[in-house]
């Protein structure tokens, strides 16, 4: 089922140990006798719900929509809160977290959204920086970033253009359980030189990284080690 946010699409399964606010509400006993009752011990008032950058979640009841946006993005929990600034700074949105590459570890996904949408822009997931962590061990290390270009640790993923790219539009993808998260990347402006389609990037299991896929969507394509890069495209 594809569910659509204020700003962008993203298709949700239950994959994802995503986390959602829980409102607290009180409740009070009516009386229904007209004999007077002796006064009741007052009850605590109930603590207002914490904001959303540094509150600790609670799990996402089943059926309830896993993913974030950068308008009402994921109540996390302040460890992967914390985890996710010391990569994109205090400007940071988590989308998304959990088990994202069906790998068996924790992923986070994080941006730095656009502070506003370029006009004749649609509205969306519209980021100049992003980075997918993982944790192994004890240790949360960098597994893709996303800037001017799209990076993992082994280089420059497939596909992407040569020129520089000053936004980036991004739809998540998780119909196939099997699979994990699926991302699609597409340049917010045609980058000097033509215009690239949507890029599918997903954790490639042979190879333990994420990685991009080609035309098809069938096949994964090795990284660029090095990239040739005409001058740089007029900033957003």
Not at 121 to 130: D, E, K, Q, S, T
Not at 186 to 198: E, F, L, T
Not at 213 to 221: A, E, P, R
Request: glycine residues 8%.
């Amino acid at each position: 089922m594809i569910l659509s946010g204020a700003s962008f699409e993203v298709i949700s399964t239950k994959k994802l140990r995503l986390m959602t606010l829980a409102g607290a509400t009180a409740f009070a006993l009516a009386s229904c006798s007209s004999t007077p009752k002796p006064p009741e011990t007052p009850m605590p008032a109930a603590k207002p719900a914490a904001s959303t950058a540094t509150s600790t979640g609670t799990p996402a009841a089943p059926g309830t929509t896993p993913g974030g946006t950068p308008d009402k993005p994921l109540q996390v929990p302040d460890d992967v809160q914390n985890v996710a600034v010391k990569s994109l700074g205090d400007e940071t949105t988590v989308l998304a977290y959990g088990d994202l590459a069906d790998n068996g570890k924790q992923q986070i996904l994080a941006i730095n959204a656009l502070k506003t949408t370029p006009p004749g822009v649609a509205p969306g997931i519209l980021f100049n920086r992003l980075v997918v962590l993982q944790k192994n061990g004890d240790v949360w290390k960098e597994v893709l970033r996303g800037d001017e270009h799209l990076e993992n640790e082994k280089g420059f993923l497939g596909g992407i253009p040569l020129a520089p790219v000053n936004g980036w539009r991004l739809q998540l993808d998780q119909t196939d359980a099997t699979k994990g998260m699926a991302m699609y990347f597409s340049p917010i402006v045609a980058p000097k030189g033509g215009h690239i389609a949507a890029l599918e990037v997903r954790w490639n299991p042979k190879v333990g990284r994420f990685q991009s896929m080609d035309t098809s969507f069938t096949q994964f394509v090795s990284e660029v080690p090095q990239l040739e890069t005409p001058e740089s495209q007029n900033h957003l």
